[in-house]
């Protein structure tokens, strides 16, 4: 589904298909930047990524839960006993877009934010999504109505992923 990730210093451009842009409310021909200096994405950057799906796409700014924004971006490298509860990157992937979409942190972009940081999050960590962009649209909207959970996220990713 991605169809180009280019490094711009420390950005990264990503360009999504179409009917994903359509999902999210986006234009195609509007590039996406985001920089990260690691594996996991940091709440400044989801908050960037926030800021800019809605100063691009519109909707409402703003913050309805910052605590439920931080348990959220908390959740994919959550351990215990030092030991990931997601154990790979897939259900990190998928722990991210179910946690953002779920908490609904934000007053507005709640589903294009979670899309947005688990298809970088995959890029970042050396992995290319190929999902059918209506199959990976429906399954965004399917979390966030409730008929899927965070395992059934994983599979569709795993199934939609492979090393770069």
Do not use: C, W
Not at 13 to 19: D, G, M, R
Not at 64 to 85: C, H, N, V, W
Not at 137 to 158: H, N, Y
């Amino acid at each position: 589904m991605i169809k180009t990730l280019t490094k711009h210093g420390n950005s990264l451009a990503l360009v999504i298909e179409k009917p994903v842009l359509e999902l999210i409310g986006a234009d195609a021909d509007t590039p996406f930047d985001i920089s990260t200096d690691g594996q996991v994405l940091s709440l400044s950057e989801v908050l960037e990524i926030h800021q800019d799906q809605v100063a691009r796409y519109g909707g409402a700014t703003g913050i309805r839960d910052i605590e439920l924004l931080k348990s959220a971006l908390g959740m994919p490298s959550a351990t215990y006993g030092g030991q990931f509860l997601h154990t790979d990157v897939y259900e990190m992937a998928a722990a991210y877009l179910f946690h953002l979409v779920k908490n609904h942190p934000f007053i507005d972009g709640n589903k294009r934010v979670g899309a947005v940081t688990a298809l970088i999050f995959l890029y970042l960590n050396g992995f290319d999504f190929g999902a059918p962009a209506d199959d990976f649209a429906e399954m965004v909207l399917a979390v966030a109505r409730g008929d899927i959970d965070k395992a059934d996220v994983a599979v569709f990713i795993r199934r939609h992923t492979r090393p770069a």
